[in-house]
Every structure is written in C-alpha cells, then in structure tokens.
Nanobody, 124 residues
Framework: QVQLVESGGGLVQAGVSLRLTCAAS????????MGWFRQAPGKEREFVAA????????YYADSVKGRFTISRDNAKNMVYLQMSSLKPEDTAVYYC?????????????????WGQGTQVTVSS
C-alpha cells in the first residue's frame, strides 16, 4: 500500500508559477512510476506528467510541455510538479498517482494509488 498526500495548490493569476508537492508513504520502495493528473469540472481526468522512480525518466502531456517540470526526491519520498506560465485552462484539481508496475504511463487506469487532490485555480 502507498499513501499519497498532495499540497501546494491555490488561487493564482495567469502567468505566475506554482509548485505542487506529493508526499508518499508506505511501501514506497516498490514504486515504479509516479504521475500527476488533473481533472477540470465536467471533464475527464487527464495526464499531466510522470516520472520513473528509479531512473528519473520524465514524460509530459503536450499541453504542459515546456511549462511544467516533474521531479522527485527519492530520499524524502516526494514528487514535485513545478508549474510555470500558468494559464486559466490549467485550472483543475491535481492528483498525484503511483504504481508498482511499468507500462503505459499516461492513463489513469495504469495507476493503483491516488491522493485526494489539490485545487489549482488560475485567474485571467
């Protein structure tokens, strides 16, 4: 079992930066990949970014590539999402996710463990 807790969300103006943090606990030594997803009202949950726990390989959705950066601190069991040049369309609840197995990284069903989410609202 892995427990995930997100933090760092808030209400910001367009163009600024924000950093989300995901704290993992429990059986973290078995994690293969951690990801960030987001869900806006009335929309499906969508992939934002992912990082492999051992090698640090990163993957991004086209919509955030060049603006968002995912990173991890294995010693602290933390994953970060640095978001820059935020846009109103980035408004959503952001979720941290983890899984034990490799494979497709950009679909919610590929992840077993989820945090409660943190709200990010970007005003224009």
């Amino acid at each position: 079992q892995v427990q995930l807790v997100e933090s760092g969300g808030g209400l910001v103006q367009a163009g600024v930066s924000l950093r989300l943090t995901c704290a993992a606990s429990g059986r973290t030594f078995s994690i293969s990949t951690m990801g960030w997803f987001r869900q806006a009202p009335g929309k499906e949950r969508e992939f934002v970014a992912a990082i492999t726990w051992s090698d640090g390989d990163t993957y991004y959705a086209d919509s955030v590539k060049g603006r968002f950066t995912i990173s991890r601190d294995n010693a602290k069991n933390m994953v970060y999402l640095q978001m820059s040049s935020l846009k109103p369309e980035d408004t959503a609840v952001y979720y941290c996710a983890a899984r034990y197995y490799s494979g497709t990284y950009d679909t919610p069903t590929a992840y077993r463990y989820w945090g409660q989410g943190t709200q990010v609202t970007v005003s224009s």
